[in-house]
């Protein structure tokens, strides 16, 4: 079945110390789009990539950043996580980003 | 500036019922589109229904249909039926002509079935 696929579901690291989050898609979509969501909120946009275009959000923090090295993975990259970039990460994908998002089943970070 | 409200945290209801999330959105755009999600506490974003602003006909996907009103900028998702399956978080989302390939959430409702 194609879908949006994370790793890994969780994810423990310590203050300070750099992780990479993954997402891969089988549905070879154009747009891949980072989301932060913190207990009981609606998601937030971090940033999204159309094809090889990054498009960052204007609050998203300098210690976010992104790869995508090919139309299937997409990385989020936590330079230096801090006790508030506890929370949950989505990947999300769509076809022309005009359609329906679909999304992964996240990983949950924890900053120790 | 677009923005989505959902004015309902939280709901309860009886299993076998019919339940209404209500939705409402502000847009200057003349073209967007409207969706609904469903997050299960597992903390997967479930699609399950999509409104176009130039649809004639509200859309219907199995148990969940949109009623969507225009002119009172409401999209409200009606389940029939609600089963235990159904408690998760909700959220409105829309897509506006202008902020291209981005989408905005409301804040969600928290849907609690009740055997």
């Known amino acids: 079945d194609a879908m949006v696929i994370q790793n890994p579901r969780y994810q423990v690291t310590q203050f300070g110390k750099p992780v990479t989050l993954s997402c891969s898609q089988t549905?070879?979509?154009?747009?891949m789009y980072w989301y932060q969501q913190k207990s009981s909120q609606a998601p937030k946009l971090l940033f999204h990539y159309y094809d090889k275009d990054f498009n960052n959000e204007a609050d998203t923090p300098d210690n976010f950043q992104s790869r995508r090295p090919n139309t299937s993975f997409c990385f989020l990259d936590i330079r230096s996580p801090g006790l508030g970039d506890a929370a949950m990460y989505l990947c999300?994908?769509?076809?022309?980003?005009?359609?329906?998002?679909?999304f992964g089943p996240g990983t949950r970070l924890t900053v120790t | 500036a677009q923005k989505i409200t959902q004015t309902q945290p939280g709901m309860f209801v009886q299993e076998k019922e019919a339940v209404t999330l209500d939705c409402t959105y502000d847009?200057?755009?003349?073209?967007?589109?409207l969706f609904w999600y469903k997050q299960p506490s597992s903390g997967e974003m479930i699609f399950l229904i999509y409104?176009?602003?130039?649809?004639?006909q509200n859309a219907t996907e199995g148990r969940y249909s949109l009623n969507f009103q225009k002119a009172r900028k409401s999209a409200n998702l009606v389940i029939s039926a609600s089963q235990l399956g159904d408690s998760a978080m909700y959220f409105c989302a829309m897509r506006g002509y202008s902020s291209a390939s981005k989408i905005i959430f409301g804040s969600g409702t928290r849907l609690s079935i009740r055997p």
């Open positions: 847009t200057s755009d003349p073209s967007y589109g």
């Open positions: 999300a994908t769509s076809r022309d980003g005009r359609a329906e998002q679909y």
């Open positions: 549905l070879n979509h154009n747009v």
């Open positions: 409104q176009g602003s130039y649809d004639q």
